[in-house]
Nanobody
Framework: QVQLVESGGGLVQAGDSLRLSCAFS????????IGWFRQVPGKERKGISC????????YYEDGLEGRFTISRDKDKNMMSLRMMSLRPEDTGVYYC??????????????????????WGQGTEVTVST
């Protein structure tokens, strides 16, 4: 059974950077796309960036590429989201999640959250002005 554990959230000021990490265990990572979802109060979780653990292809929600960078370290079974120039609107709870890699990474990231097979516990990011 796949297990995911996030780390790296916190309270930062606008313009700061954070790196979120997601540790993967309990499965064959090459079979999955790992996505970062963000949830803000009153809204559904939404995939903002994903990476295929097999071929490294990536997806970013419009407007995030350049500020956010997703990467994987297959030797360490880790996936990271580097977030720079943070803005108050980036505030939310960030989850990493895994879905079987059977389509493009873009399409995987646009799937609703109920399609994802495993979830981390979430890590909170708060960006103050």
């Amino acid at each position: 059974q796949v297990q995911l554990v996030e780390s790296g959230g916190g309270l930062v000021q606008a313009g700061d950077s954070l790196r979120l990490s997601c540790a993967f265990s309990g499965g064959t990572e090459d079979k999955y796309v790992i996505g970062w979802f963000r949830q803000v109060p009153g809204k559904e979780r939404k995939g903002i960036s994903c990476i295929s653990m097999s071929d490294g292809s990536t997806y970013y929600e419009d407007g995030l590429e350049g500020r956010f960078t997703i990467s994987r370290d297959k030797d360490k079974n880790m996936m990271s989201l580097r977030m720079m120039s943070l803005r108050p609107e980036d505030t939310g709870v960030y989850y990493c999640a895994a879905v079987t890699d059977w389509t493009t990474t873009d399409e995987s990231c646009k799937m609703p959250d109920y399609e994802y097979e495993a979830w981390g516990q979430g890590t909170e990011v708060t960006v103050s002005t």
